[in-house]
């Protein structure tokens, strides 16, 4: 979700009131809640002509589903306090939190990510990697990248060569990740990890950190590393969707960010997404990256990344069929 996104994604919320936020809020995700609680937080007064504006967009986009959602109970409780007053956030938290059961590795998807890299910081490698292979990857990829160098590359290492886990080895994990360890002797071996969810972490990485990873791995094993290489999607890749996924990814892209994402796009990829706009918005993009001036490249991969988000989520609703970085320079 862009920062734009969010911001209106809070603002819709406050607007609801109490009982419609808390009804939307129960469907969300932790990763995103945790962005919209935090853009809720810092909102003051709202402009009414904002709100209008905000509504009227929803209305437009009500046809497309999506979904968000929270942090840590703690965190969202103070989030919440600070944007609605003890009272109503003491209200609406009973309301979503209420039952909720926020141990083990299930808590970790709703704190931030530097909190869970300083608290499993300090177990076992082997353990850190089977924690991560349990969340989302761009939160397992922000935890790496609050390791040191040495930490962040052994542990991708193990969640390359990690085919599964006993049921019966979670129970190294420490008392703030006994959600996962139910006791459940009787179930199978859970198929994680691997050169596949290796490849989905390191999607998210900076090119500094992957390019060390990555040259780690390939000490380890070369033919794995190629392989971990091949499942990588990158923007690049991007020309593989055929035109009418281009087009369908377009309408979902701010075309800020699609800016920014093409200065460090090599001509074909801006041929690609030009011939699927119409010649208008294709002559306005290209004077647009014309006037643009110097970005960093930290950046461009920001905003690329973001459209891989997009591309991956139309992916897996089926909407579109899919067939490196370097230091923080300027394109």
Known sequence: MSDEGVQKAATFLLALGEDGAAEVMKFLGPREVQKIGAAMATIGAIPHERISKVLDDFKAAADISSSVGLDSDEYIRNVLTKALGDDKASSLLNRILGGKDASGIESLKWMDSPSVAELIKNEH??????????????????????????????????????????????????????????????????SIGGVRAAAEILNFMSGENEASVMDNLRKYDGDM???????????????????????????????????????????????????????????????????????????????????????????????????????????
């Open 125 to 190: 490698p082997q353990i850190v990697a089977t924690i991560l292979v349990h969340l989302e990857s761009d939160q397992a990829c922000e935890i790496l990248n609050n390791f040191t160098e040495r930490l962040r590359n052994d542990v991708v290492l193990r969640i390359a060569t990690l085919d599964g886990i006993q049921p019966t080895a979670l129970r190294e994990l420490n008392d703030v990740l006994t959600k996962l360890l139910t006791g459940n002797e009787s179930l199978k071996k859970k």
């Open 225 to 331: 590393a190629e392989k971990i290489m091949d499942e990588m999607f990158v923007f690049d890749n991007i020309l593989e969707i055929d035109d009418k996924g281009i087009q369908l990814l377009l309408r979902e892209v701010q075309s800020d960010s699609l800016i920014i994402a093409l200065k460090g796009a090599n001509q074909d990829m801006r041929e690609k997404i030009f011939k699927n706009m119409s010649q208008r918005a294709a002559e306005m993009m290209r004077e647009d990256l014309e006037s643009k001036g110097p970005v960093r490249l930290s950046e461009v991969e920001a905003q690329q990344k973001q459209i891989l988000l997009v591309v991956r989520r139309l992916a897996d609703e089926g909407q579109i069929m899919l067939g490196s970085k370097g230091e923080d320079s300027y394109v």
